[in-house]
Nanobody, 119 residues
Framework: QVQLVESGGGLVQPGGSLRLACAGS????????MSWYRQAPGKERELVAI????????NYADSVKGRFTISRDNAKNTVYLQMNSLKPEDTAVYSC????????????WGQGTQVTVSS
């Protein structure tokens, strides 16, 4: 089992940057595929970015490609989401998710952190 705690959200102007962090507990963090999701008011939750357990593979939603970068530091049990060139439509609660890489592929969620892009 892993517990996840996000940090780094806040209010930023359009065009600005934020870096989110998600710290995980336990000694098996490197066995989890990690991802960031977001949910805006009145909208469904969407996958923003995902990174493989060793960090060698990443994928992004089309809406954030070229602006967001997901990375991880398994020595620190932490996954990051660097967000640049932020737009008002990026406003949402961002949550990290950990999925174990072996059956039964248990999934864990953090509590989320609010990102607001507004002038």
């Amino acid at each position: 089992q892993v517990q996840l705690v996000e940090s780094g959200g806040g209010l930023v102007q359009p065009g600005g940057s934020l870096r989110l962090a998600c710290a995980g507990s336990g000694s098996t963090f490197n066995m989890y595929t990690m991802s960031w999701y977001r949910q805006a008011p009145g909208k469904e939750r969407e996958l923003v970015a995902i990174i493989s357990h060793a960090g060698g593979a990443t994928n992004y939603a089309d809406s954030v490609k070229g602006r967001f970068t997901i990375s991880r530091d398994n020595a620190k049990n932490t996954v990051y989401l660097q967000m640049n060139s932020l737009k008002p439509e990026d406003t949402a609660v961002y949550s990290c998710c950990a999925q174990y890489t072996v059956p039964p592929y248990s999934t864990y969620w953090g509590q989320g952190t609010q990102v607001t892009v507004s002038s």
